[in-house]
């Protein structure tokens, strides 16, 4: 019923920055937050940022904040991680999700994208 699609892979030195988006689409979008986790490999799911659609309140990790920024667009279903001063750590595969709560934990969360590869170099 919800459709994800995740942009924005790349590779990146460590200090840069990057942007990933995610498009939502279905018959009825019904989220009322949406978020990124990320995975490494051998690694756990954790969680990173996430935005409660209607009033634009953000949550982010500790280990990401004042790095990374998540934002949305009303019209076009569409939310985005800009991430910026990139470290090797954040090395990861990233995934966007929704929930119809606001919550950090991943069993909150109903609908998965695929993930988007981000690969930072030292």
């Known amino acids: 019923q919800v459709q994800l699609v995740e942009s924005g892979r790349g590779l990146v030195q460590a200090g840069g920055s990057l942007r990933l988006s995610c498009a939502a689409s279905?018959?009825?979008?019904?989220?009322?937050?949406m978020g990124w986790f990320r995975q490494a490999p051998g690694k756990e799911r954790e969680f990173v940022a996430a935005?409660?659609?209607?009033?634009?309140?953000?949550y982010y990790a500790d280990s990401v904040k004042g790095r990374f920024t998540i934002s949305r667009d009303n019209a076009e279903n569409t939310v985005y991680l800009q991430m910026n001063r990139l470290k090797p750590e954040d090395t990861a595969l990233y995934y966007c999700?929704?929930?119809?709560?606001?919550?950090?934990?991943?069993?909150?969360?109903?609908?998965w994208g695929q993930g988007t590869q981000v690969n930072v170099s030292s």
């Open positions: 279905g018959r009825t979008f019904r989220s009322y937050t």
């Open positions: 935005i409660v659609w209607n009033s634009g309140n953000t």
């Open positions: 999700t929704t929930s119809r709560r606001t919550s950090t934990r991943d069993l909150d969360y109903d609908y």
